[in-house]
């Protein structure tokens, strides 16, 4: 028995934001913070905000632009915040448009239709509402007997979930399973941080993983592998309890945190460390791996991991950067690597998908096309 991932989907937003859209909207909040609280700033009592620049942005992350669901909002120095319609419960919801947009395409890829599929698994970084579960109204949508749930492992959440329905289809409980990663990552976004507010963008992601495919585009999974080590450094404090703790729901901990330089330097090797003991465990070189498909946070993150994996620096076409255009789009980020470059791949090539996030949490998942 071989299980693969036979198709792939990707939901993108219409609207994006570049980096010199975003600078011009944030440099005029400083501008108008700075000018209100003028004589809090002079007395000490209150720190003065510093401006954001496009070359900041650039050497901090490598991001240029993000898709984003709203951009007027978020641009918006009054309100900065996506400016979303709140929608009945009759109507399907936002994350599962999503969700049902990307999983076509990969239907489509697989060769398949909704009813063969035995199972929908949504992992994602922020869940909209606690139940009914996404999944469960995807499955709905596309009408999909069997089961579906919830699951978050923040931006581990694709690699999580691909485990469970790897496991699933293994174990004989589902033959197909459908995964999905659906992001509004600039809901939780805080736009007037400089550290952070260029950091997150919109999308979906889509998998299809089934026994013995038969597409033409199906990837073999070798082997999966998982970990967590719990952390602070990154953070996001919005839940179900800050009502009843009457707690600021404005709050800057209610939206995402990050202790950006500890981040970098702990999960780097921790990275490091677990791809390359998932390989040794399948007694597979780096050598023979064609490329690595990295969580897209951060370029200078994965360009580190890629050189102390490989021995050198990578080239491009050994570990595609996919940020620049989409931002960190948490859990749908990897995934979007993967389905923007996976077609050069040819029988027994191979290549690993690897997440990492808050938690610490880091996945993998070894690939070799069929």
């Known amino acids: 028995m071989s299980i693969a991932i036979s198709g792939t989907g990707l939901f993108t937003p219409k609207e994006y934001i570049t980096n010199e859209e975003l600078v011009q909207s944030f440099n005029e909040y400083v501008s108008i913070f700075n000018e209100e609280n003028k004589f809090l700033i002079e007395s000490g009592e209150v720190e003065a905000l510093e401006p954001s620049s496009?070359?900041?942005?650039?050497?901090?992350?490598?991001?240029?632009?993000?898709?984003?669901?709203?951009?007027?909002?978020?641009l918006d120095v009054k309100r900065m915040r996506p400016r979303l319609k709140e929608r009945p419960n009759s109507e399907l919801s936002i994350l599962a448009e999503m969700a049902v947009s990307a999983s076509k395409e990969a239907l489509g890829q697989a060769n398949l239709q909704a009813s063969d599929l035995d199972a929908v698994i949504c992992g994602c970084s922020n869940l909209q509402r606690a139940y009914p579960a996404i999944a469960i109204e995807v499955q709905e949508e596309l009408k999909i007997t069997g089961y579906a749930y919830d699951m978050n492992v923040a931006c581990s959440s694709a690699t999580f979930s691909i485990q469970n329905a790897f496991n699933d289809i293994r174990s004989g409980v589902a033959e197909k399973i459908l995964v999905v990663n659906p992001e509004i990552c600039s809901g939780h976004l805080n736009f007037r941080d400089r550290d952070a507010h260029f950091i997150f963008g919109d999308a979906c992601t889509a998998v299809i993983i089934e026994r013995?495919?038969?597409?033409?585009s199906a990837?073999?999974?070798?082997?999966?592998?998982?970990?967590?080590?719990?952390?602070?450094?990154?953070?996001?404090?919005?839940?179900?309890?800050?009502?009843?703790?009457?707690?600021?729901?404005?709050?800057?901990?209610?939206?995402?945190?990050?202790?950006?330089?500890?981040?970098?330097?702990e999960v780097v090797p921790m990275v490091q460390d677990h791809i390359a003991d998932?390989?040794?465990?399948?007694?597979?070189?780096?050598?023979?791996?064609?490329?690595?498909?990295?969580?897209?946070?951060?370029?200078?993150?994965?360009?580190?991991?890629?050189k102390r994996l490989l021995g050198r620096d990578p080239e491009d076409h050994e570990m595609p950067i996919t940020l620049n255009d989409y931002a960190n789009t948490s859990s749908a980020g990897s995934i979007i690597a993967f389905h923007l470059t996976k077609d050069d791949f040819v029988k027994d090539d191979m290549g690993v998908i690897s997440s990492f996030g808050a938690g610490y949490s880091v996945g993998s998942v070894i690939l070799r096309k069929k």
């Open 278 to 306: 998932h390989l040794s465990k399948f007694n597979i070189n780096i050598s023979d791996i064609k490329r690595l498909w990295l969580h897209q946070a951060n370029l200078n993150m994965n360009q580190l991991i890629a």
């Open 54 to 74: 496009t070359e900041f942005i650039k050497k901090a992350s490598g991001i240029e632009q993000r898709f984003v669901q709203d951009k007027s909002g978020i």
């Open 212 to 216: 013995d495919s038969l597409s033409e």
């Open 219 to 265: 990837f073999e999974i070798i082997g999966t592998k998982l970990q967590t080590k719990f952390s602070n450094n990154i953070r996001n404090n919005f839940g179900f309890l800050n009502l009843p703790e009457d707690s600021d729901p404005n709050a800057s901990d209610k939206l995402f945190i990050q202790q950006g330089r500890s981040v970098f330097k």
